[in-house]
């Protein structure tokens, strides 16, 4: 057994008489400590009572009441971790090789049951040995455990697994056992906790989100619980002996912020945090309410964006989430002047969620709960996102979050809280023969784009068993590099299959083509993550989006986007040429486009402005992009994140659309709808899907007028700078055509140069496709058609004006614009061979 002195090696090993008093007290409180509120603290491996550094004492588990014959190894760890927040109870351990179950005395009801681990070879026993169950009674809450595996995924030295368990009996009985699937196997358990509390999850009012929408959802009273996160929303770190009672750690929340969003608010200093009636003190501690995150000043910024967090989460569970609210800062102190909405998974957990009317006024407490069902495999993302409500035209556009708790439930109808393991770590592997040449910036300094900037909420739920998972099982040799991948003929293993020419790269391969990420080669930024500049196989120039690692968001449309672009392949897509998946990775090759984004020539930039010939061509090839996903498979496909941003221009100027992250397969019939959550990005998103939550091809019909109008005028298509008739794009264009006055808000560096007609079918084609109804839109292919036709009478305007200067020309400006011109008959007639192929989609 280890003694005081072997687990502190800096005390002397003659104890006076005034240290033997001070044990025998320590002994005496830990036991009265344990009895009196049913606490209780036990240091495994532990031969007497140790005092923590918050001064806590924990009751050693050798001989105690809790394990008066306590079988098993007590080990004393030979090294220290800097990053240890005690020695007790991680300096020792309790080790066994067959199962064991510590009988603990309760009280009947709810319970937080914390199991300490510090995964170190202790004695002879490997670290990656320890594969054990644990379970509390017939509730099962570690299942083929290694923590040393599970502290290395999140990079850390120590673990604390916190369960919540509702006990019936007068006993909780704790079984450790080593697993009967690894070879030589064993358990081990530094330290456990039990602290009482009362009913804290099920008496809430819960609102289960679905596929349907929000529902009342009751939690039954026996349910289990595992506390995945629990963090104090725009403040520091809480220690457990500052929590409200229940010794709880709150972990600052700025690591699994998207993007870094978001500012950081503290409570006036004449505020006075007041708990409510239904907000007991115990809830959360008085810091979690006194500091907060909003989205900042910036009203516009707030607009085009979200507040969000990325919280991985075990795959197949239910979970209960917890946001915490207090207003905190003036002047906000009356209901509508701040109302916002909640998104789990990108569904609508919560419309006009107003603080204020919620809690009852600034400063006071208030919490709602929220149930969810983690779709997938294996380890997802969870994503929380707040965003301002305009509808309900508040006096501020902003949001606000104090905390954040997430919690598993155990399986449906099954005793089971334990996840999967995260995979055993691996060394990289590069073969020095496939070694890429380093890429770098091209002479012009000019940034290019890929992938678009994918919308702070925007992302989709997805079957993960996709068609380039085949592309994975099927090598081709080495010798067949060249044949069936000429990108990267010398680089990387190739796969070939049904997803067509699609590489997957190591990750140590990506790090020499970047230079280890270095910042020199960033070409674009995004919530997502960075983009890289890159070149292969001695010259190909390719773009290289690196998803935030550092959150491990985009699961969802990483996987997305490798199935949309194995499947389907068009010259107005955008290219996949490979990607990794390798070190919890997500990275996705393309090929390099050399003029960015069209936004990016349109307003807010130095680029030269595009011409009015140069724009509609670029329209007419994103049409012709969507018209393809839409018609061009048995099962159309709609984009959902249509907008400037995600159509990219070639070093041609053909445009390209890209960010499949959300893409969603379509019914076989236009006219069809899907229910689903709503997704996309604020000012381009349909009305009647925000509304009815009901989407259809004509959504993304809806979205591309935004874009055309926004091609038109080269303004934001939201800006709440200008007065409020302005602020939205569609809606200042529909008002100005209305009124005839549509001509006067068209970019004036292009005005000059488009001729009546043309204008009159661009205008005409937008506004249709931007209808309130998705039944009085038309289909993608008659945009494509509308803008082929709107670019044939341009073409042939310019070149009547150029050959003879006088009567063509006038004829085509002097057209009422209310009955069909000489020249548009003309150009309409020309059209019928030109075009024909448009009844024939497949071919497009």
């Not at 939201?718 to 008739?725: A, D, G, M, V």
Request: glycine letters at 6%; hydrophobic letters at 40%.
């Amino acid at each position: 057994m280890p003694t005081m002195a072997m687990a502190f090696p800096t005390l002397p090993v003659t104890l006076t008489c005034l240290t033997l008093l001070a044990l025998l007290s320590i002994v005496m409180a830990a036991d009265s400590n344990s009895t009196a509120t049913g606490l209780i603290l036990l240091d495994c491996g532990a031969s007497s009572p140790n005092v923590d550094d918050s001064g806590r004492i924990w009751d050693g588990d050798a001989g105690s009441k809790f394990a008066p014959s306590v079988k098993g190894v007590a080990a004393t760890a030979s090294y220290q971790h800097p990053s240890l927040p005690s020695l007790v109870p991680y300096i020792t351990t309790r080790i066994f090789t067959s199962n064991y179950t510590y009988h603990f005395p309760v009280s009947p009801g709810r319970l937080f049951l914390r199991l300490y681990f510090y995964p170190i070879a202790y004695a002879n026993y490997a670290v990656l040995d320890a594969f054990f169950d644990v379970t509390a009674g017939n509730l099962v809450l570690l299942n083929g455990f290694n923590a040393s595996q599970t502290a290395q995924a999140i990079n850390s030295a120590y673990l604390v697994r916190e369960f919540s368990v509702n006990v019936s009996s007068g006993n909780l009985d704790l079984t450790f056992a080593p697993s009967a699937h690894q070879k030589g196997s064993y358990a081990f358990i530094n330290g456990i906790e039990i602290v009482p509390t009362p009913d804290i999850f099920t008496t809430a009012d819960t609102r289960e989100v679905n596929a349907n929408g929000v529902i009342p959802v009751s939690i039954p009273a026996d349910t289990g619980f595992q506390t995945m996160y629990r963090l104090n929303v725009g403040g520091d770190a809480i220690l457990p002996i500052y929590d409200s009672g229940f010794y709880r750690s709150w972990n600052s929340d700025s690591s699994y912020l998207f993007g870094g969003s978001g500012v950081t608010v503290s409570k006036d200093f004449n505020l006075t945090i007041q708990y409510t009636p239904t907000v007991p003190n115990y809830t959360a501690p008085f810091d979690v309410y006194a500091t907060a995150r909003s989205m900042g000043p910036n009203a516009q910024d707030n607009l085009n964006n979200n507040l969000t967090w990325i919280l991985p989460v075990d795959a197949g569970f239910s979970y209960l989430i917890r946001f915490h609210f207090c207003q905190i800062k003036y002047p906000i102190t009356k209901v509508n002047q701040m109302s916002f909405f909640i998104y789990i998974n990108n569904r609508t957990a919560q419309q006009r969620m107003d603080v204020i009317v919620w809690s009852g006024g600034i400063g006071r407490t208030a919490y709602k709960d929220y149930a969810i069902m983690a779709i997938g495999s294996g380890q997802v993302d969870m994503w929380i996102a707040l965003h301002p409500d305009l509808e309900s035209q508040p006096e501020y556009f902003d949001a606000i979050l104090n905390g954040l708790e997430v919690f598993k439930l155990q399986g449906y109808r099954s005793n089971n809280l334990a996840g999967l393991s995260p995979p055993l770590p691996q060394k990289p592997d590069v073969d020095p023969s496939r070694l890429p040449s380093v890429g770098r910036k091209s002479k012009g300094g000019k940034l290019a784009a890929v992938g678009g900037t994918t919308g702070g909420f925007a992302f989709m739920l997805i079957a993960l068993t996709i068609t380039c998972v085949t592309c994975r099982q099927k090598k081709v040799a080495k010798s067949s590099y060249k044949t069936d991948c000429p990108h990267l003929n010398r680089l990387t293993e190739c796969r070939k299959s049904t997803c067509d020419l699609v590489c997957r790269f190591t990750f140590a391969e990506i790090q020499l083509v970047t230079k280890d990420f270095d910042e020199a080669f960033i070409i674009g930024r995004g919530g997502f993550g960075n983009v890289y500049s890159g070149e292969i196989d001695g010259g190909t120039k390719v773009a290289i989006k690196r998803f935030n690692q550092k959150s491990q968001q985009g699961f969802h449309e990483f996987q997305t986007e490798i199935e949309m672009l194995c499947n389907f392949r068009h010259r107005h897509l955008v290219s996949l040429i490979g990607y990794c998946e390798e070190k919890n990775e997500m990275i996705l090759v393309y090929d390099y486009m050399a003029h960015g984004t069209l936004r990016e020539h349109l307003y807010n930039t130095r680029n030269p402005p595009l011409s009015w010939q140069q724009r509609l061509e670029i329209c007419i090839g994103a049409a012709r992009g969507l018209h393809y996903l839409h018609t061009g498979a048995e099962q159309g496909i709609i984009h959902r994140d249509v907008k400037t941003t995600n159509i990219l221009l070639d070093d041609r100027f053909m445009a390209k659309v890209s960010d499949f992250g959300l893409s969603k397969a379509s019914p076989d019939i236009d006219n069809t709808h899907m229910s689903t959550a709503v997704k996309g990005t604020f000012g381009y998103l349909d009305p009647e899907y925000f509304r009815l939550q009901r989407l259809t091809k004509k959504s993304d019909v809806y979205s591309f007028g935004v874009v055309l109008f926004e091609t038109l005028c080269a303004r934001p298509v939201i800006n709440t700078k200008l007065p409020e008739e302005q602020v939205s794009l569609r809606d200042w264009a529909l008002s100005c055509r209305k009124k005839g006055a549509l001509e006067e808000i068209i970019d004036p560096r292009v005005k000059e140069e488009i001729t009546l007609e043309c204008f009159r079918i661009f205008a005409e084609i937008a506004e249709k496709c931007v209808a309130d109804r998705s039944i009085d839109r038309p289909s993608m292919g008659d945009v494509l058609w509308n803008l082929e036709v709107a670019l044939q009478v341009q073409d042939s305007a310019s070149y009547n004006s150029s050959c003879a200067e006088s009567a063509s020309s006038l004829q085509i400006t002097a057209v009422d614009s209310d009955r069909p011109s000489t020249n548009s008959t003309i150009s309409v007639a020309a059209q019928e061979a030109i075009f024909s192929d448009i009844a024939h989609p497949e071919g497009r």
